[in-house]
């Protein structure tokens, strides 16, 4: 604690902010935070202002703003909202943020989310987990916290915020055709427990009435479909191009060579027609809703 106004406040620390650490195998992110703090502490020295004074004023602890200033950390966009005010910057500070947003998710969820973001139709098969654009905050933990060997805190609460930015797919206006099939086990298992699961039943209900979504299960009746190999997902883009990627084919890598494409194109046209329709799948949504 210190004393800011004659109030007792407690300063943050870089404990306090799990999963802002910066990714040393990023080249791109490591050189947008480094510039952002150079900006910083050149602004800071030039007002003549010392490292926790500074902290004081934006509620950060001394060693936490050498760090941020350093490029060891991401500042958070509350922190350079703040810093652009304190320094008077004039906004420069502020507009950096958009970049810095950016850094915070993993480099393959950047490109990722890159082409869903111009895709005018995404296609998804999952096997075994229920795809990041579909998941709530809570279920998106609870998956990433199985995993073994277990990730940091900070670590955890990087992936979770970078699978929830990957929904701002579903802000779009107009927004792009989304079709989604799902193994009936996923909507069985109860991941996180039952209040977490219901609620992923709930967002996944509140999804497949949108317009553009078409929502369904694969029955645990198909005895043999076409995406046993694992997780398909194709994205169509307005130029006519796609690129698709299977768990199962091609190494895992992105394809766009239409003769590729046409493997991947069949393998999800084939696992959509074996689904369960969109209404029946809706029905069964509701239907293990109403078993919790």
Not at 171 to 195: I, N, Q, W, Y
Not at 240 to 269: C, H, K
Request: glycine share 8%; with cysteine.
């Amino acid at each position: 604690m210190t004393q800011v106004n004659d109030k007792a406040v407690h300063l943050k620390e870089e404990a306090d902010e799990p999963g802002w650490e910066v990714d040393p195998d990023d080249e791109w992110g490591v050189a947008v935070v480094e510039a952002a703090g150079r900006q910083l502490r050149l602004r800071r020295e030039a007002v003549g202002m010392r490292a926790a004074d500074f902290g004081r004023e934006l509620g950060y602890g001394e060693d936490l703003v050498y760090k941020i200033e350093g490029g060891k950390r991401i500042p958070r966009p509350e922190y350079m909202i703040k810093a652009d005010q304190v320094l008077d910057a004039g906004g420069l500070l502020l507009a950096m943020n958009e970049d810095l947003e950016k850094v915070r998710y993993p480099k393959k969820v950047r490109e990722i989310a890159k082409l869903e973001a111009k895709a005018v139709e995404i296609g998804l098969y999952l096997c075994n987990s229920i795809s990041g654009l579909l998941q709530t905050p809570d279920h998106a933990r609870a998956a990433i916290e199985a995993a073994q060997p277990p990730y940091s805190e900070g670590e955890v609460e990087r992936m979770v915020a970078a699978r929830l930015a990957r929904q701002s797919v579903f802000e779009r206006d107009p927004g792009p055709s989304l079709g989604f099939v799902l193994e009936e086990a996923l909507l069985r298992r109860r991941l996180g427990g039952t209040m977490v699961w219901r609620e992923q039943l709930e967002r996944l209900a509140e999804v497949g009435e949108l317009r553009n979504v078409t929502l369904q299960v694969m029955s645990m009746h198909c005895e043999v479909h076409s995406g046993l190999d694992g997780k398909i997902e194709v994205l169509k883009f307005a130029d006519g191009t796609a690129v698709a990627r299977s768990d199962g084919a091609f190494n895992g890598r992105p394809v766009s060579d239409p003769r590729q494409l046409r493997i991947l194109e069949l393998r999800y046209s084939t696992i959509r027609a074996q689904a369960l329709p969109p209404g029946e799948s809706m029905s069964l949504i509701k239907q293990l809703l109403g078993e919790t």
